[in-house]
């Protein structure tokens, strides 16, 4: 019996048969950057200032991203959040931001304004941003998140509703500080 199944076996490796096979694919990420550029972020407590570094840290981590399928936005948020880059999959447009933006943020300090930390507002742009995307190229099948770097002092006290209106459509919100 077991030489009939062996033999069964070998026929059948010999006949080398194939089917169906689904293929798979690799998941990319929509990453949101959002970028504490307010003046608590200038303090000199570290190599440069927390600004700096958190540039530093951005361009290392978007030197790992394989962008194949991964895409990026940055925006700086102090008072208000103007955007510097929209999902892009381009590395180039990226660095090209995090050259220029490299030294200081593009609020000045002597604003009464700069001081002012609006995460709020930078999460719900990122929010309207990906509806934008979405209406524009089509639903994505890439895992979307927001990247918040910041000193961790926040303006506004309505952050608590715009980090649950981005739990409710599922994109979570990751803090380095």
């Known amino acids: 019996l077991?030489?009939?199944?062996a033999s069964a076996c070998l026929v059948v490796a010999?006949?080398?048969?194939?089917?169906?096979?689904?293929l798979l694919r690799q998941g990319?990420?929509?990453l949101m950057i959002l970028q504490d550029a307010s003046a608590s972020m200038r303090v000199a407590d570290v190599a440069g200032d927390r600004y700096q570094r958190s540039i530093r840290f951005l361009r290392v981590l978007c030197d790992t991203l394989s962008w194949k399928s991964d895409r990026v936005s940055l925006s700086l948020f102090a008072?208000?959040?103007?955007?510097?880059?929209?999902?892009?999959?381009?590395p180039n447009t990226l660095f090209f931001f995090f050259d220029h933006l490299d030294?200081?943020?593009p609020f000045r300090i002597d604003e009464d304004t700069t001081w002012d930390t609006?995460?709020?507002?930078?999460?719900?742009?990122?929010?309207?941003m990906l509806e934008r995307d979405e209406k524009l190229h089509g639903k994505s099948a890439n895992a979307k998140m927001f990247l918040v770097l910041s000193d961790g002092e926040l303006w506004s006290g309505e952050v608590k509703k715009a980090i649950a209106e981005s739990a409710a459509r599922n994109v979570p919100v990751f803090v380095v500080g």
């Not at 609006?118 to 309207?128: A, C, F």
């Open 28 to 30: 990319g990420i929509d």
């Open 2 to 5: 077991c030489l009939i199944l």
């Open 79 to 90: 008072h208000v959040v103007p955007p510097q880059v929209r999902l892009t999959s381009d």
């Open 118 to 128: 609006n995460l709020e507002l930078g999460i719900r742009w990122g929010l309207r």
């Open 14 to 22: 010999l006949a080398r048969p194939h089917g169906p096979a689904t």
């Open 103 to 105: 030294k200081q943020p």
